[in-house]
């Protein structure tokens, strides 16, 4: 079959089963946009490229499946960095198309021109240039299979706007083989064996699991090992879900917004067990004070993640479901052993719960984002900005199931929550989308709120306005003496609830206590987009926190 | 403490940019680095002469093994190795100093490539401790241009060998009800650590 490069591209897609393509055009990238004006692939217009690479995201978080994104070359590449930035440090699966001027012009500041894949290596997992047609889909076969294998991330392919109108006899490979690429190394046994009976001699472990194995779909590993053992499980902001938080094992999360007991239980383990996580800084507080007792197993896909920060005692290089799976086989109920230390953490949870001001008048965040917990049944998709309102959805949410928290754990991006819920609801179309956002991250990209109404994606945004970047605000409160620089926005917000109504989405304000909850239920019956605005309080603290450079249990909480 | 790492990367597009920018991002320092074709042209080889404590080498293996370019990355032993540099120096030089720098370079076994009225241009190969050496005597004659190459470097008993890429039929990624593409299990790049 004879197809132009153009043709061929928006071909590869349709065979790797795309459902979605997020993205804007441009010039450099026409043809391309002509190609999926004949193709069955559902193309979400976006009015930012960011948004865009957040979309694509979200839905790859929600799924499983690879997020694809559309735009054209210059300004439409350079507005994807921050996306592709947020899908690296998080492991989220992407392809990102990029047009690409020609490529004689390649080189000549020509217009649009910028050099892509030189801005974008240290962003992506691997990125391409398609200097010939020829090569076009053994580039995309293997930009699919490297963004979804082993520790996944986003791949970019850059489309010069030639080689999309050369024509080539068009045939898709079957079959990858790249021989610098190894992404599923065998489980080595005998580190599995030694890492169990480290765990069966240990009398506090403590199980750390973070986006790894959501990302390798382990949760029903982990629980039957949880169920026949016994051992308390923490997670990761990114590992959210991925173990049910109702469940007595869960200490729920650790790190510097995490739980007291959490952060306790991982400082006096004798033995702690990271399963897909990373040891980012976050988690662990001071290094050289952080699980000081602890004997360290690691388990990760990713060799590079092992002894990056922290040294490892026993590593397993490999996928986290089936390495659970063999620890299912290998370790036998503990309880019995660890009575004295489940009792303790008994002590750490009825002595240090979560807590929030009940009475108050105001709202508070946490008391809106309870609520709306409530009113799904912790059963919604759930999707977040960067700020107190993100630490205080993986505090209050309760989080069932895996890949139903969606949040920029490793990047902190604003404004990923608003266009990743659009994605996710895409991915997820039967369920509820929540995004629960601040007023300063939602107003990084609410341009696409045209987006969720014009295509009619009924994702709900809980807006929580405490007309302050609020984070920044607690900092300044706790560190800088409260000189609030910057990060003051209430005067300067504008009317969200206008600004919701004129794009088209149902929007309710909701200012008083006694209206939130009515409010909640009104935009979650409403069956299109819609968004709820609330005035929260505006300086309250998210609480407990480990102030950075603070070992794990240096934790300042309210009075 | 310094480490020769020797690493068989495909020889295409942007490769050299990927290595010398996994260096900068992650602040390791490259002491020097050479690069070329090998015998086979699809593929180059590259010695990368970089120092840190073992963890930092730990590191910069991983992070090299990471790239989908590289093929295969190893960190030859200092007992088992072959280094050599190829450096051009231009000296100062007139009728009373020649002789005492012919001397110097006699000793070191290098070449004079060049003469002109009032320098000399001299090629020596050798590891860096000689080629050192040799510069420092050179010194007091007064050094014009110092040229190196980098270390390149070979291991004596073992070949660093390229594994044949394993064939893959990914599943279709980004298709509804599938998962993950399930790959098929192959070696990895770089070995296990365990205590
Ligand atoms: C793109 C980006 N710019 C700046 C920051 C730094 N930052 C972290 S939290 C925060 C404030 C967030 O404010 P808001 O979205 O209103 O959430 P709140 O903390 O008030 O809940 C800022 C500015 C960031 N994380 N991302």
Redesign the interface.
């Known amino acids: 079959m004879k197809l132009t490069g153009a043709q061929a591209m928006i071909r590869c ?1 349709e ?5 979605y393509v997020f993205g804007l055009p441009g010039g450099a990238i026409l043809p391309t946009f002509d190609a999926v004006y004949d193709s069955k692939i559902k193309f979400i217009l976006v009015r930012h490229e960011q948004g865009a690479t957040h979309m694509a995201d979200g839905y790859a978080r929600a ?6 994104v559309l735009v054209t070359s210059g300004p439409g590449a350079t507005n994807t960095v921050t996306g592709l930035a947020t899908a690296y440090m998080d492991s989220v ?1 992407m ?1 990102c198309i990029t047009g690409q001027v020609a490529t004689h012009a390649i080189g000549s500041d020509a217009f649009q021109e910028a050099d892509v ?2 801005i974008t ?2 962003v992506t ?2 990125n391409y ?1 398609v ?1 010939d047609v020829k090569d076009l889909p053994r580039i995309m ?1 293997e930009a ?7 520790r ?1 991330g986003p791949v970019l392919v850059d489309f010069p706007v030639d080689v999309s109108r050369q024509v080539t006899e068009f045939e898709y490979p ?13 489980i ?1 046994m005998e ?1 599995v064996k ?1 890492a169990a009976d480290l765990i069966m001699q240990a009398k506090r472990p403590v199980l750390y699991v973070g986006g790894g194995a959501v ?1 390798s ?1 382990a949760g029903k590993e982990l629980l039957e090992l949880v169920n026949k053992t016994g051992i308390p499980v923490t997670t990761t902001v990114l590992g959210l879900g991925v173990f049910p938080e109702t469940h007595p094992s869960s200490l729920r999360m650790l790190g510097m917004h995490g739980t007291h007991y959490a952060n306790y239980s991982v400082q006096n383990s004798d033995v702690l067990i990271a399963v897909g996580a990373r040891f980012d800084d976050r988690v662990t507080g001071k290094i050289d004070k952080f699980a000081p007792h602890a004997k360290i197993v690691h388990v990760d896909i ?3 993640s ?3 920060t922290i ?7 490999g996928d986290v479901k089936p390495v659970l799976k063999e620890f299912s086989k290998l370790l036998k109920d503990k309880r019995p052993q660890m009575k004295e230390w489940l009792a303790q953490i008994e002590v750490w949870k009825k002595k240090h719960p979560l807590k929030y001001d009940q009475s108050t008048e105001e709202i508070l965040q946490e008391y809106v984002i309870d609520q709306v917990a409530k009113l799904t049944n912790h059963k919604a998709v759930v999707t977040t900005g960067v700020g107190q309102h993100q630490m205080w959805t993986a505090q209050w949410y309760q989080f069932e199931s895996p890949r139903s928290m969606i949040n920029s754990g490793g990047l902190g991006t604003m404004g990923y929550g608003f266009p990743s819920a659009i994605g996710a609801q895409l991915g997820r179309p039967n369920e509820t989308v929540v995004c629960f956002d601040g007023d300063g991250s939602f107003q990084m990209t609410m341009c696409e709120l045209v987006t969720a109404s014009f295509y009619k994606i009924p994702v709900k945004i809980i807006l929580l306005d405490n007309g302050h970047h609020g984070m920044v605000r607690q900092w300044q409160e706790l560190f800088y003496r409260e000189r609030y620089s910057a990060s003051v926005l209430g005067p300067s917000n504008p009317d969200f609830l206008k600004i919701a109504e004129a794009s088209g989405l149902f929007a309710k304000r909701v200012e008083r206590k006694d209206e939130v909850i009515p409010g909640i239920k009104a935009v979650l019956a409403h069956a299109g987009p819609a968004l709820l605005h609330c005035r929260v309080a505006k300086k309250e603290n998210v609480y407990p926190m480990v102030p950075a450079g603070n070992a794990l249990d240096q934790i300042i909480d309210m009075a | 403490m310094k480490h020769t790492v020797a690493v068989l990367v495909e020889n295409s597009f942007g490769v050299l940019a990927r290595v010398a920018g996994l260096f900068s991002a992650r602040g390791f320092n490259i002491d020097s680095l050479a690069v070329g074709e090998t015998h086979d042209p699809q593929i180059s080889r590259m010695t990368i002469v970089a120092h840190g404590n073992d963890r930092v080498l730990e590191q910069i293996m991983k992070q090299l093994a990471k790239l989908i370019d590289v093929i295969c990355v190893e960190d030859l032993k200092p007992e088992d190795m072959m280094e050599r540099e190829l450096v051009l120096v231009k000296v100062q030089a007139n009728a009373a100093t020649r002789n005492d720098i012919m001397q110097i370079v006699n000793t070191f076994r290098a070449k004079i490539v060049d003469v002109s009225q009032d320098t000399l241009t001299i090629e020596v190969t050798g590891g860096e401790s000689k080629v050192d050496a040799m510069l420092e005597l050179l010194q007091p004659f007064k050094l014009l241009e110092v040229v190196r190459t980098g270390t390149v470097a070979i291991s004596r008993n073992s070949v660093l060998s390229v594994p044949a890429a394993e064939i893959v039929e990914p599943k279709r990624s980004a298709a509804a009800a599938t998962q993950a593409a399930a790959p098929k299990k192959t070696k990895s790049k770089t070995k296990e650590i365990s205590k």
């Open positions: 897609l065979l790797e089963g795309v459902e799924t499983g499946r690879t997020g694809v699966p392809v894949v030189g290596r240290p997992k691997h240039l200097k076969k699919f299979y490297i963004a979804n294998s082993g996944p079957k079959t990858v083989a790249i021989r610098g690429y190894h992404p599923n190394p065998p080595n580190q030694k990302g779909g990713d060799p590079a092992i002894s990056k040294k490892v005692d026993v590593s397993i290089v």
